[in-house]
């Protein structure tokens, strides 16, 4: 990890299947704008200049699609601008240079923080996912379960997620499909997890541990999270990190495998193994 140039995996892994944008929903972008903006300005030593984020988004444009930066998109993107349509292409830009310029910020100022260059990169991407999810739950009014002891409360956690999903995918998150599955049948650790989506509540219960599998179609940043993972070392986690957070507030710990690698996934079915666990 972090020995490659974005050139050299972009030539590795071009995705040609992202060459046709779409539009961005103007919900989306403004609460992505405030999660992610606010989030890399009260980095150690960033003296929040755009020039660089702007560099890195005109390098990914041309290097990735092969267009030229757009005239103020920057300034537009964390000014929040009502009067600009975001495209997927764009965005996938702008989140891979403000998520570049936050990891690599954090590098340079390691011995500011508490925990390792890993631990610290992956919580940027969850105060970004908290801030994010709290601006989605009031637009759309959530009202998340207490609990998750019985199946009137896990009806109540699958309305949420479906309804965050709904909001990821009309707002242009994903191009293609939502589904959060709490069947699974799957190899993991070299063991074999069977959980039919009745059994959850009980699971928890019982073993402390339960599973799930968050399927996107058309990720609007899988490009980006793919470039930043070879060369970083990290992705975004935007999605992710929402739904994180989610369960973060009813008292569980949720959140993909540490072996997730989304290099290896066709762009309609990128698929999470999730752990789900009561915080202590």
Known sequence: MGQKTLLQIVKEKPFEDYANWWKVGPDFSRFMSQAIVTQWSRLHNNDCDLGPVSQIVSEYLKIVYGVTQRENLVEDFVNR???????????DALSYAFYRSAYELIERNIEAYEHSLEIERRLYTKRVGKVFFGLVKDDLELELPTTLEDERSFDQLKDCIGRVGNFLKTQGYLRDHFNFLFSVDTEYAGKRIVQDGS??????RQKGIAYSLYEM???????????LYHTIGEAQHHSSRTIE???????????ETDDFDPTGYPSDMVVELWEIKKLD
Do not use: K, M, N, W
Request: aromatic share 16%; hydrophobic share 45%.
């Open 81 to 91: 601008s009502t009067e600009i349509e975001i495209e997927s292409g764009e965005f």
């Open 245 to 255: 957070e989610l369960f973060d507030l009813i008292g569980y710990e949720a959140r």
């Open 199 to 204: 059994q959850f509540v009980t699971a928890l």
């Open 217 to 227: 179609g058309y990720p609007i940043i899988l490009p980006s999270a793919v470039y």
